[in-house]
């Protein structure tokens, strides 16, 4: 079965400095990877996957996140953290079979400072 | 109105009371899912449904039962409800089509307090 480790649980930068969140997974082959945002009071929205091909990938809201197989991390990545992205972050994976749902990672709550 | 809506949105009720929470969406998408939200445990799986008559138990479905009444609509329901059932709860959606498998659709949440 597949696993994600978010290994920071809370995170605080400063607005304007980059922010690198990591995850890892744990699956037999090369999974489905995932990012997703929770800001407060709501529900889940997505913000890049990784299913093949270029190991950075580019998502919404300025993020970015590189595969690394030989780590097995999947680690996002924002050059300049702006006070809306204080939220939390979800990494996720899955099987390349698409017959399972998302397995989510326990999250990493980020703090922007001003 | 939302693409995948939950009611209620909140709910308080007593240890060992049946509960059901509801899901409906408007995305016209063949997959539902359940997922509880734990502070410190992220989103953990309950059921999930790839269609009408296709039900399957996540990993923490005991104590839970699901009903798929139509592709749009999928609940959720706690038989005799316990405090550490308190928690978050979501539904999400998303389509068949390959490319669609993971990209969810997550409804605001249902939070609900077992006392």
């Known amino acids: 079965a597949q696993s994600v480790t978010q290994p920071d649980i809370h995170i605080t930068v400063s607005e304007g400095a980059s922010l690198e969140l990591r995850c890892n997974y744990s699956y037999g082959a090369t999974p489905y990877l995932f990012w997703y945002v929770q800001s407060p009071g709501q529900g889940l929205q997505l913000l890049l996957k990784y299913f093949s091909g270029d190991t950075l990938v580019q998502g919404i809201k300025g993020f970015e996140a590189e595969f690394k197989r030989s780590q097995s991390s999947f680690n996002l990545r924002k050059p300049s953290v702006h006070w809306s992205d204080a939220a939390e972050y979800f990494c996720a994976v899955a099987p390349n079979t698409g017959r399972r749902a998302l397995t989510f990672g326990s999250g990493t709550r980020l703090q922007v400072q001003p | ?115």
């Open chain 2, 1 to 115: 109105d939302a693409d995948v809506t939950q009611t209620p949105r909140n709910r308080i009720t007593k240890t060992g009371k049946r509960i059901m929470l509801e899901c409906s969406q408007t995305k016209g998408h063949d997959r539902m899912y359940w997922y509880r939200q734990d502070p410190g445990l992220g989103l953990r799986l309950i059921y999930y449904s790839f269609d009408v008559k296709d039900i399957n138990k996540g990993e923490i479905s005991d104590g839970y039962s699901v009903s798929r009444q139509a592709q749009a609509k999928f609940s959720l329901s706690l038989e005799s409800a316990i405090p550490n059932q308190t928690a978050l709860y979501f539904c999400a959606t998303s389509d068949s089509d390959r490319s669609g498998y993971y990209g969810y659709t997550f409804g605001s949440g249902t939070r609900l307090t077992v006392v």
